[in-house]
């Protein structure tokens, strides 16, 4: 059994949509920056997931792969912090997508919420495709693959969290019920000695018989300290307190991602298809053009009207990018017209330029050198695709598929 410790392990990945924008940095990418710091990271190109909608045309997704990992690269995605790679380049994915497929029951797939969702919002497109309704079991094995016990998502893709942890513990039951489980579980439990055992059993009774979680964990830090057991019993530990067999796919947690504050220039969520968005290394010219001609609150006619800020789409800008001094100037100043339109950009225009000037610096290193770009995904496929045969070699074993 692997001795990776799943809670300290983050999986996370994206479609090649090509260059982001700020709302992906706010979103996402800050996160990720942080996140690389505190647990072992895969951020993965989702490659294989932009077929679902884009087979018919897939002639954009590899300059997409590119641009996107350079964006990734000079928001601070580290990859001495972090393993990046892209997804068809570990093509053990596939494999253990397959194997799950045996065991997923087609009614999981067909209710996950976003499957309806996106066939209405993209009802021009024929999506009656295996890939499209098996992307999820797709997602589940890119995130069981690497044993990741944290996933960050929106609140909009919990379901897709849940149905991994379904996926995982149908697995385990199926598979980790070995002969002989509940005494060679018993047998583990004496080897961790008296006291260890007798604290054991009681978090065992209080998580099966109270539902008690914290008791869980407890369970789970009292065994990830004990020297005396093997990796295997370890494992069968995990399962005997939760009431099935061994842990052969841990069950990952949605890690909840704060949500993004970042609006467009038109007031609702930054997107591409709103056309609504500034790109994460756009030029400063761009930048202060956009901002320069974003609607302001209609009331304000003449320089000499009052405003109401909580109408005016470049207040949402000024709540994610200005210090409390300049939100005040701008409240009142726009309320008792004070302050034009153009006065009350001019901060806007600085920070987000200034914001993006370090990445735009970062980025310049890898677009003038495409083979180290090449070079950190290849290293990353490598590290990437060792931790994924680990996993395989489990579940084939676990299947009865490992022949010598």
């Not at 693959?145 to 385990?172: C, K, L, W």
């Not at 509940?182 to 004496?190: D, G, H, K, L």
């Not at 369970?219 to 069968?236: F, H, V």
Request: aromatic letters at 8%.
């Amino acid at each position: 059994m692997s001795s990776v410790d799943s809670q300290q392990r983050v999986l996370s990945g994206m479609r090649p949509t090509g260059k982001l924008h700020l709302g992906h940095y706010h979103g996402v990418l800050k996160n990720w920056v942080k996140l690389q710091h505190e647990f072992e990271c895969f951020f993965f190109i989702a490659d294989w997931h932009a077929l679902t909608t884009q087979y018919d045309d897939p002639s954009g997704i590899e300059q997409s792969v590119w641009d996107m990992v350079i964006d990734w690269l000079a928001a601070g995605v580290n990859p001495g912090s972090s393993t990046m790679f892209i997804q068809s380049q570990v093509p053990e994915h596939a494999e253990l997508h397959l194997l799950l497929s045996m065991i997923t029951p087609l009614g999981w797939l067909e209710r996950i919420p976003t499957y309806k969702d996106q066939q209405e919002k993209l009802r021009e497109k024929d999506l009656a495709t295996y890939g499209f309704l098996g992307y999820p079991l797709l997602q589940t094995a890119d995130i069981l693959m690497y044993r990741a016990g944290r996933v960050p998502v929106g609140a909009d893709q919990v379901s897709h969290v849940e149905i991994t942890r379904e996926i995982a513990r149908r697995f385990n039951h199926i598979y980790g019920r070995e002969i002989g489980f509940e005494e060679q579980a018993e047998s583990a439990i004496v080897k961790m000695g008296k006291k260890n055992a007798k604290l054991y059993r009681t978090l065992k009774r209080r998580y099966q018989e109270e539902g008690d979680l914290e008791a869980l964990d407890t369970a789970r830090a009292l065994l990830k300290e004990q020297q005396n057991i093997s990796l295997g019993d370890r494992e069968r530990l995990y399962g005997y307190i939760e009431g099935g067999g061994k842990i052969i796919l841990p069950e990952p947690q949605p890690l909840l991602t704060p949500e993004s504050k970042m609006p467009g220039l038109d007031g609702q969520k930054m997107s591409k298809s709103y056309n609504n968005y500034i790109g994460l290394r756009e030029a400063p010219d761009s930048v202060a053009q956009k901002i320069r001609t974003m609607q302001t609150d209609p009331q304000r006619v003449r320089r000499t009207d009052p405003g109401e800020p909580e109408k005016c789409p470049v207040w949402g800008l000024h709540k994610v990018y200005s210090d409390e001094a300049t939100k005040e100037w701008v409240e009142v100043g726009c309320r008792n017209a004070g302050i034009g339109c153009l006065e009350c950009k001019a901060p806007l225009i600085e920070a987000i330029v200034e914001e993006q000037r370090p990445l735009h610096e970062r980025a310049k290193e890898y677009e003038g050198n495409p083979d180290l770009v090449h070079s950190i995904l290849q290293e990353g496929r490598e590290h990437a695709r060792d931790a994924a045969r680990d996993t395989l070699e489990d579940v084939r074993a676990a299947m009865g598929l490992s022949y010598r």
